[in-house]
């Protein structure tokens, strides 16, 4: 190979002087990156709920930017995959139901984040417990769709 070395059992290669990846494909790079920004946002949000109300405008921007950072990150690796394989019906029920939960997860901290939400109770319930579900379901759905690569 011209300009480098390559080592076919090794997880890199060296082409031109670019350190690349070669098993590591970017949908496996996307979803590691939408498994941290997902943590992120959980762990801002519990950040954001430790400060109480009024909520921080700071504290609740940066939240908001990374919860909509992890659903594009998310939709992109769908994006990804779907151009390279055939989606059956159960990979589409999967990819939308999680689309429900994150979406559900935007709009229910978009109404938390309004400062007459004090009878709002149910909401606050729904959106403690959206994120474990919505990782779960998630997480089976790139499961799923990993494995028909």
């Known amino acids: 190979m011209f300009g480098g070395m390559c080592m076919s059992d090794s997880l890199i290669f060296f082409?031109?002087?670019e350190l690349t990846f070669k098993?590591?494909?970017t949908f496996d790079s996307k979803l590691i990156v939408t498994g941290i920004l997902f943590l992120l946002t959980i762990i801002s949000g519990v950040w954001l709920s430790k400060t109480g109300k009024p909520y921080k405008m700071g504290i609740v921007t940066v939240h908001k930017l990374i919860s909509i950072a992890t659903l594009v990150v998310a939709a992109l690796a769908v994006f990804q995959i779907q151009k390279g394989i055939a989606l059956?019906?159960?990979s589409v029920v999967l990819i939308c139901v999680s689309a429900i939960f994150f979406i559900?997860?935007?709009v229910s901290g978009g109404i938390?984040?309004?400062p007459d939400t004090e009878s709002l109770?149910?909401?606050l319930f729904l959106h403690k417990a959206l994120p474990m579900i919505t990782l779960l379901v998630s997480a089976f759905t790139f499961?799923?769709?990993r494995k028909l690569m």
Do not use: S
């Open 15 to 17: 082409k031109f002087g």
């Open 112 to 114: 938390l984040t309004r």
């Open 88 to 90: 059956n019906a159960m």
């Open 23 to 25: 098993h590591m494909k």
């Open 143 to 145: 499961y799923y769709l």
């Open 121 to 123: 109770q149910p909401v």
């Open 104 to 106: 559900a997860l935007i």
